[in-house]
């Protein structure tokens, strides 16, 4: 038995001591490390998610990134519909960083693995947020994808009206 009337028993409280060894080592390994991998790992994984959460807080921006339903299941709604949205612009970022990955290494350029894991799908300076969005058709390339912008092209000034007829 591990406790009896409310209170633990010699045997459940040596468990409960036992189980705070591993959160002392663990403190310990964090505070004063013998190597930096568990702090290194640590804030990578901050890292990532706190990309995430800029990332959802960038396309959330009606309503300053708050959720404003009155009851659970809208809000549950809400949250779900923003976690769609962000698996999609990783999706859409994955496949896009991969194209170009491939076309730089077709091109003779050295991209080393270990560059190749640091890149994120969740960095999204790319993207418009906010603004006018323009949904022109495009041949699309193998995949459907469509083609890769040139970086040496002048970009396409959003308040430049001078295309227009």
Not at 39 to 56: G, P, Y
Not at 117 to 122: D, G, H, I, K, N
Not at 124 to 140: D, E, I, K, M, Q
Request: net charge negative; aromatic share 6%.
């Amino acid at each position: 038995m591990f406790g009896r009337e409310g209170r633990p028993t010699p045997l459940g409280q040596a468990f409960a001591e036992y189980g705070r060894i591993a959160k002392t080592e663990h403190l310990m390994r964090v505070v004063d490390p013998v190597d930096h991998t568990d702090r290194r790992q640590m804030n990578r994984q901050l890292t990532v998610q706190e990309s995430r959460h800029k990332l959802a807080w960038d396309v959330c921006h009606g309503k300053r990134g708050t959720i404003h339903q009155a009851y659970r299941e809208g809000m549950e709604d809400q949250l779900g519909a923003l976690g769609l949205v962000l698996n999609a612009v990783v999706l859409w970022t994955t496949r896009y960083v991969d194209v170009a990955v491939a076309q730089m290494r077709a091109e003779g350029y050295k991209i080393r693995d270990e560059d190749i894991a640091r890149l994120s799908p969740l960095k999204h300076r790319n993207l418009n947020v906010l603004g006018r969005y323009s949904f022109t058709a495009s041949t699309p390339v193998g995949g459907g994808l469509r083609p890769l912008r040139d970086p040496e092209a002048p970009e396409l000034d959003e308040d430049d009206d001078s295309q227009e007829g």
